[in-house]
């Protein structure tokens, strides 16, 4: 089974450019999540959604950031316009809520962004 | 607003010797899970904990879920050189069940 695909692997860009992070969750499963991974701040969540609706954007650094989830199958995470600032490992999780506990997370390989 | 509070940062052992990290929340928590990320990887699922003072053991790993629900612990024991990485707990809210609050992880290291 294919778990969580995050792409690109590895982004560098230029400040002011945007960027766009891709994620497919683990089939059948039904919340995604996105996290920012920084030495500085550890692994913080960004955004996450249940059933393709977003829940809790409140860790969404500012309007740059921008997430959609248009089908379950699929989420983009957009930074425009990106800043040195913004470099970090970008991961995306998945996981399969039926019940009232949050299930355990899968996360995808990551995206390490640089941006110059 | 809510934290997870996770101790030690960093912890350096030989290899062979136990090694401890704590969890502690600042309110109660529904559950609790631990993830291991090895160097350049992915957080990865080990176990979650759900019941108040409930024990778990996955080979030389126990996991503890504090009585009151707002502390955890991961105990290695006779630690390896594949145990290196950073552990994170991560909490489960009371009440918001989809959310969880991630400790800053320990990084353990480990002497051959």
């Known amino acids: 089974d294919a778990g969580v695909i995050q792409s690109p692997r590895h982004e560098v860009t230029e400040m002011g450019q945007e960027v766009t992070l891709r994620c497919k969750p683990i089939?059948?499963?039904?919340?995604l999540f996105w996290y920012r991974q920084t030495m500085m701040r550890g692994l913080e969540l960004l955004i996450y959604?249940?059933?393709?609706?977003?829940?809790?954007d409140s860790g969404m650094p500012e309007d740059r950031f921008s997430a959609k989830m248009p089908n379950a199958s699929f989420s983009t995470l957009k930074i425009q316009p990106s800043e040195p600032r913004d470099s970090a490992v970008y991961f995306c999780?998945?996981?399969?809520?039926?019940?009232?506990?949050?299930?355990?997370?899968?996360f995808g390989p990551g995206t390490r962004l640089t941006v110059t | 607003g809510q934290q997870v509070m996770q101790i030690p940062q960093y912890q350096h052992v030989q290899e062979g010797e136990d090694f401890t990290t704590y969890c502690n929340s600042s309110?109660?928590?529904?559950?609790i899970q631990w993830y291991k990320q090895r160097p350049g990887g992915h957080p990865v699922f080990l176990i979650q904990?759900?019941?108040s003072g409930e024990v778990k053991k996955q080979k030389r790993l126990t996991f503890q879920f504090g009585e009151a629900k707002k502390n955890s612990s991961l105990h290695i024991t006779a630690t390896q050189t594949t145990d290196v990485g950073t552990y994170f707990c991560?909490?489960?809210?009371?009440?918001?069940?989809?959310?969880?609050?991630w400790g800053l992880g320990t990084s353990l290291a480990v002497n051959p």
């Open positions: 089939s059948g499963h039904n919340s």
């Open positions: 991560a909490g489960g809210q009371a009440g918001n069940n989809r959310k969880l609050i």
């Open positions: 999780a998945s996981s399969l809520r039926t019940s009232g506990r949050p299930y355990e997370q899968y």
């Open positions: 904990l759900v019941k």
């Open positions: 959604f249940n059933n393709n609706v977003p829940i809790d």
């Open positions: 309110t109660t928590l529904s559950n």
